[in-house]
C-alpha cells in the first residue's frame, strides 16, 4: 500500500503532467481554431524543358474549391502569397492554371513555405470544349485577350462599340486606338492586315457578334523571320473570330430618312475566313456623318518619318481658321458618299494579295465669322472677316499588296496611287471689304515600297527595303478683289489676283541592314536617300481693263532643289529577363543643292551629322515597366523655307523668305512609368518628356491693317518644351464598366519677332479629364465625362517696360449619355453636352447641346429614331489664344435633325 506521502507526491506529478497536457491541448487548439498569417513562395517551370513559366495564376483554394487568395508568376516564374483568416484546421489547395498546360491541384502543407511546380503541356480539343462561364480576360505572355461577350451590351452594333469599352483602351474622335498611353501599331482580323492600316472603317462596321475576343499584342513584331530576334515595344490588336472557317456572307443594310431632307444609306459586306476577307462599303448621307475618318491611315507619317520622306506642305489656303471643335454632327452641311473596297486572299503558298480601294466624294458648306486681335508692343490691329465656303473634296486611293510572311523569310512590295482634289468656292467680308474667291488643288501620288528579309545561316538576318515616289500638288488660289495695291501693284487698283503654286517631287529611299543574333544583338544598317523637287510659282493680276499682267516686284519662283543622303546606322539591342535596351548611332553625310539664278541663288550645303538615340527599360515585374529615351537630331530645312519669290498664301498672308537654309539642333529626353494589373484590369501611365530646338532662323511678321508678311530671317532662334502626363484607368467589375482619370501639363517657350521687334512669348496649357462609364442594375447605363482645359499666352519683353501681355482661357465640357433598356430588344438613350468657356476681357460662353435616340430590335433588323441639336442652337462661338493673337470664331451650325433609320443584318 501506497503511504500518504508518497500518494501525495503522485497526485502533485499527475497535476503537473494534466497542465502539462491542458496547455499543450490549448495551444493546439488556438493555433488551429483562431486565424493565422502566413506566406508562401515558389517557382513554376516547364517540365519538359525546365524553363520558367510567366503569368501562371497560382489560386489558393478551400474544400469547396472557392478562391481565397491568388497571385501570377513573374518572368522568372516565382509568385509570393500572404493571406491571412484561415485556420490550419482548413483544408486548403494550391491550384495552377496556366493556357497551354495541365491544370495543377496540391493540397497546402502548414509546414512548406516554397514549392516547386513542373507543368506538363496540355493540348485542348476545341470541338469538346464546352464554355459555362465567361472569363473576362486571359493573360498568356504578351498578349491579353479580352472576352468580347463579357464587355459587350445589348445596345452595342459594332466592335468599335466594344473597343471603347475595354479597360485600358482608348478611342479618340478620329477613330485611332491606343493601349494604356500608346497608340497600337495597327489592327488586325485573324492575324491579317485587311484595312492596310485604315481600320476605321473595320470597327463600325463589323458586328460584335462575330468576333469571340479582342487581343491586345504587346511587344509586338508582324514579320515572323524577325520574331525573337528583332525586339519592338509596339501594340497591336487583332480582333479573333468566332468562325474562321466561315463562308457566310455577313453585314448590314441600311436605309435613313428625316427632317430637314436628311437621308443616310449604308451597304457593308464581308466575308472572313482564313483563305478569304473581304470588307466592302457603300455609303451616302447628307445628315452630317464624316467618312473621312473611315480610311485614314493612322501610322502613314510614322513610316514617311521612318524612311526621311518630307512631303512639302500646301503653300495656299482660303480660310483663316480651323473647323470648330464640337462634334462634327452639329455643323457638317454635307451631301457625301463613299466606296471603300478592301480585299485579301491567302494562297497555298502562304503568298498573301491584298487590294485596298477607297473613292470619295462630297459637297460641303461653312459659314463663320472670325475676329482676331494681332497684339504688338505698341499698338492692337484687328482683323474682322465673314466667310461663307462651298467645298468639293474628291479622293481616291488604291493600293496592291503582295506579301509572305514566313518564319525563314519576309517579301513584300506594294504599289499605291492616290489622287485628291479640292475645290473650295467662298464669298469673303474681310475689313468691310467683300469679294469672292476660289481655291483649287489637285494632288496625285504613285509609290511603291519592296522590301526583303531572308534568314542566312547562323539565324542572322538580311533586310532590303525601297521605297519610291513620285507627287505633285497644283495649286491656284483665285481673289477677285484688287488686294494691297500698293504692295502688289505699284499703288494702282486692280481687278483680281491668281496665285499658282506647284512642289512636284520625286524620292528614293534605299537601304540595306544585316541583323547579328548573340546576346547583343547588331545591326548594321547602311543606305542612300534621294530627292528631287521644284518649287515654281506665279502671281498674276487682272487689270481694270481686263489685261493680264505678272506681278513686277519679282519674277516668281522657279526654284530646283536636290537632297542626297548617305548613311550608316549600327544598332544594338540587349534584352534580359529585366533589362531592354536600344542604341541607335546614325552617321550621316547629306549635301543639298538649290538653285535660281533670278535671284543669283545657287548653293550647295554639304553636312555630316551624328544623331544618336537611345532607349532603356526596366521591367519591374510581368506587367510593370519604367521606360527612358534620349535623342539627338540635326535637320535641315526643305524647300519651302529658301524661296524669294513672293507667294500669296492667302488673301491675308503674303510670304517670302530671305535667310540661308535652315538648321536646326533637336534635343528631346523622356521618362515613362508604366503600370498594369491585367487580372483586376487596372492601368496606369505617367510620363514627362522636354525637347529643345536650336534653328538658324526665326520667323518675322509684319502686321498692317489689312495684311501680315511673314519672312524667314538669319537669326538665331531657341524653343523648348515640357510635357507631363498621368492617366489611371480601372474597370468596375461590380458596374460592368470603367472609371478614369488623366491630367496633362504643358509649357513651351518661343522667340518672334514682329514689326521689327523681337519678342519671347511662353504658353501654358492644363488638361483635367476624368471619366465613369457604368451598367447601374440590369436596365440602366450611365456615362460620364469632364474635361477641363486651362491655357495661357505669355508675351515677354522689356521694350520701353512695356508690361508683359498675357491672355488666358479657360474651357469646361462635360459630357452624360443616359441609357435605358427595359428589354434586351427595346433601347432609351439621351445624351447631353454642356461648355463653359471663359476669358477675363470677354462675356462667359455657356452651350447646352442634347441628343436623344429610341431603337428596337426584331431579329435580324434594327430600327432606330434619333434626334439631334434638340435646343436648335444656331451659332457655336469659341476664343482662341495663341502667341501674340487673340481670336474669337462664330461657327454656323445644322438645324434640329430629326432622322429615322432602318437595319437589315445579314
Not at 505617367?686 to 530671317?713: F, H
Not at 507631363?724 to 470603367?738: C, M, P
Amino acid at each position: 500500500m501506497l503511504n500518504f506521502k508518497t500518494h501525495r507526491l503522485l497526485l502533485k506529478q499527475l497535476k503537473a503532467k494534466c497542465k502539462i497536457l491542458f496547455t499543450g491541448f490549448a495551444l493546439l487548439v488556438f493555433t488551429t481554431a483562431y486565424p493565422q498569417s502566413k506566406t508562401i513562395t515558389g517557382v513554376v517551370k516547364d517540365k519538359k524543358t525546365n524553363k520558367p513559366i510567366a503569368n501562371v495564376s497560382v489560386l489558393i483554394k478551400n474544400k469547396t474549391l472557392q478562391t481565397r487568395h491568388y497571385s501570377i508568376t513573374n518572368n522568372l516564374g516565382e509568385f509570393s502569397i500572404n493571406f491571412t483568416n484561415m485556420l490550419q484546421s482548413d483544408s486548403l489547395y494550391l491550384e495552377l492554371i496556366s493556357l497551354g498546360y495541365k491544370k495543377t491541384l496540391k493540397l497546402l502543407d502548414w509546414e512548406t513555405s516554397f514549392y516547386s511546380f513542373f507543368l506538363e503541356e496540355s493540348f485542348i480539343d476545341l470541338d469538346k470544349v464546352e464554355v459555362k462561364t465567361i472569363a473576362p480576360i486571359n493573360l498568356k505572355g504578351d498578349t491579353l485577350s479580352y472576352n468580347v461577350d463579357y464587355f459587350a451590351r445589348n445596345e452595342d452594333r459594332s466592335i468599335g462599340d466594344v473597343l471603347k469599352r475595354i479597360p485600358g483602351m482608348d478611342v479618340d474622335v478620329s477613330g485611332k486606338i491606343s493601349f494604356n498611353g500608346k497608340n497600337i501599331l495597327n489592327l488586325y482580323i485573324q492575324g491579317d492586315d485587311l484595312m492596310d492600316g485604315r481600320y476605321g472603317l473595320a470597327t463600325k462596321a463589323i458586328n460584335k457578334d462575330m468576333i469571340k475576343s479582342i487581343d491586345v499584342l504587346r511587344n509586338f513584331q508582324p514579320i515572323k523571320v524577325l520574331k525573337d530576334k528583332l525586339p519592338t515595344t509596339d501594340v497591336a490588336v487583332n480582333l479573333i473570330l468566332k468562325d474562321e472557317n466561315s463562308i457566310k456572307l455577313a453585314g448590314q443594310a441600311m436605309l435613313g430618312a428625316g427632317l430637314p431632307s436628311q437621308y443616310d444609306m449604308e451597304l457593308n459586306a464581308m466575308i472572313f475566313n482564313k483563305k478569304l476577307k473581304t470588307l466592302n462599303s457603300l455609303k451616302l448621307n447628307n445628315s452630317g456623318i464624316d467618312y473621312q475618318n473611315e480610311f485614314k491611315q493612322f501610322q502613314a507619317d510614322n513610316f514617311l518619318n521612318s524612311i526621311d520622306n518630307k512631303r512639302p506642305d500646301l503653300l495656299l489656303s482660303s480660310a483663316l481658321t480651323t473647323d470648330p471643335d464640337i462634334p462634327k454632327l452639329y455643323y457638317y452641311q454635307n451631301k457625301s458618299g463613299v466606296i471603300n473596297l478592301n480585299s485579301l486572299y491567302n494562297t497555298k503558298d502562304t503568298i498573301q494579295i491584298r487590294t485596298n480601294v477607297q473613292l470619295f466624294a462630297d459637297r460641303n458648306t461653312l459659314s463663320f465669322e472670325n475676329n482676331i486681335n494681332n497684339f504688338t508692343l505698341t499698338d492692337t490691329i484687328q482683323f474682322n472677316q465673314v466667310q461663307q465656303s462651298l467645298r468639293k473634296p474628291f479622293v481616291f486611293n488604291a493600293s496592291i499588296n503582295l506579301e509572305a510572311n514566313k518564319t525563314k523569310s519576309f517579301i513584300s512590295n506594294k504599289l499605291s496611287f492616290n489622287a485628291n482634289s479640292d475645290n473650295d468656292f467662298s464669298s469673303v467680308l474681310f475689313n468691310n471689304g467683300g469679294f469672292n474667291q476660289q481655291l483649287l488643288i489637285n494632288t496625285k501620288e504613285i509609290s511603291n515600297n519592296f522590301n526583303w528579309i531572308p534568314r542566312l545561316k547562323g539565324k542572322n538576318v538580311l533586310n532590303i527595303g525601297m521605297n519610291s515616289s513620285y507627287n505633285n500638288m497644283p495649286q491656284i488660289l483665285d481673289v477677285f478683289t484688287g488686294l494691297e495695291p500698293t504692295i502688289l501693284n505699284g499703288g494702282n487698283n486692280y481687278k483680281a489676283v491668281q496665285q499658282f503654286a506647284e512642289t512636284p517631287t520625286f524620292f528614293n529611299h534605299l537601304a540595306s541592314s544585316y541583323l547579328i543574333q548573340g546576346r547583343i544583338r547588331q545591326e548594321y544598317q547602311a543606305g542612300i536617300v534621294n530627292e528631287w523637287q521644284e518649287l515654281n510659282s506665279t502671281l498674276q493680276l487682272t487689270q481694270l481693263n481686263g489685261n493680264i499682267t505678272q506681278y513686277t516686284g519679282d519674277v516668281g519662283n522657279k526654284l530646283i532643289w536636290g537632297r542626297n543622303k548617305l548613311f550608316f546606322t549600327p544598332k544594338y539591342f540587349y534584352k534580359n529577363d529585366k533589362w531592354q535596351s536600344s542604341v541607335s548611332l546614325p552617321f550621316i553625310w547629306q549635301s543639298i543643292t538649290y538653285n535660281q539664278s533670278d535671284y543669283q541663288l545657287n548653293i550647295t550645303n554639304r553636312r555630316f551629322f551624328f544623331n544618336p538615340k537611345a532607349t532603356i527599360r526596366y521591367d519591374l515585374n510581368a506587367e510593370d515597366y519604367i521606360e527612358a529615351d534620349y535623342q539627338f537630331n540635326n535637320n535641315l530645312g526643305n524647300i519651302a523655307g529658301i524661296y524669294r519669290g513672293l507667294i500669296l498664301n492667302n488673301y491675308q498672308t503674303l510670304n517670302r523668305n530671305d535667310a540661308a537654309l535652315q538648321e536646326k539642333r533637336t534635343s528631346s529626353t523622356g521618362l515613362k512609368y508604366n503600370f498594369q494589373r491585367a487580372r483586376i484590369l487596372l492601368f496606369v501611365n505617367a510620363g514627362v518628356n522636354y525637347n529643345k530646338v536650336t534653328a538658324n532662323t526665326i520667323l518675322s511678321s509684319t502686321i498692317s491693317n489689312n495684311i501680315q508678311s511673314t519672312v524667314l530671317l538669319p537669326f538665331e532662334n531657341d524653343q523648348s518644351k515640357i510635357s507631363i502626363d498621368a492617366s489611371i484607368k480601372k474597370y468596375l467589375f461590380k458596374l460592368k464598366g470603367n472609371i478614369g482619370f488623366t491630367s496633362v501639363f504643358q509649357r513651351s517657350f518661343f522667340n518672334q519677332f514682329i514689326n521689327g521687334q523681337k519678342l519671347s512669348f511662353s504658353n501654358d496649357a492644363i488638361l483635367l479629364a476624368a471619366l465613369i462609364d457604368a451598367k447601374v442594375g440590369e436596365v440602366f447605363t450611365l456615362k460620364y465625362s469632364a474635361n477641363l482645359s486651362l491655357s495661357s499666352s505669355k508675351q515677354n519683353n522689356n521694350v520701353n517696360n512695356t508690361a508683359a501681355l498675357e491672355n488666358r482661357f479657360s474651357r469646361l465640357n462635360q459630357d452624360i449619355n443616359f441609357g435605358y433598356n427595359p428589354t434586351d430588344k427595346l433601347f432609351f438613350n439621351v445624351r447631353g453636352t454642356h461648355m463653359h468657356i471663359s476669358q477675363p476681357t470677354q462675356p462667359t460662353i455657356n452651350y447646352v447641346f442634347m441628343d436623344a435616340s429610341m431603337r428596337y430590335k426584331i431579329k435580324k433588323m434594327d430600327f432606330s429614331l434619333e434626334a439631334t441639336n434638340l435646343f436648335n442652337i444656331r451659332e457655336y462661338k469659341i476664343f482662341n489664344v495663341s502667341s501674340n493673337q487673340f481670336s474669337v470664331n462664330s461657327f454656323e451650325l445644322r438645324n434640329r435633325m430629326l432622322i429615322a433609320r432602318a437595319i437589315f443584318n445579314f
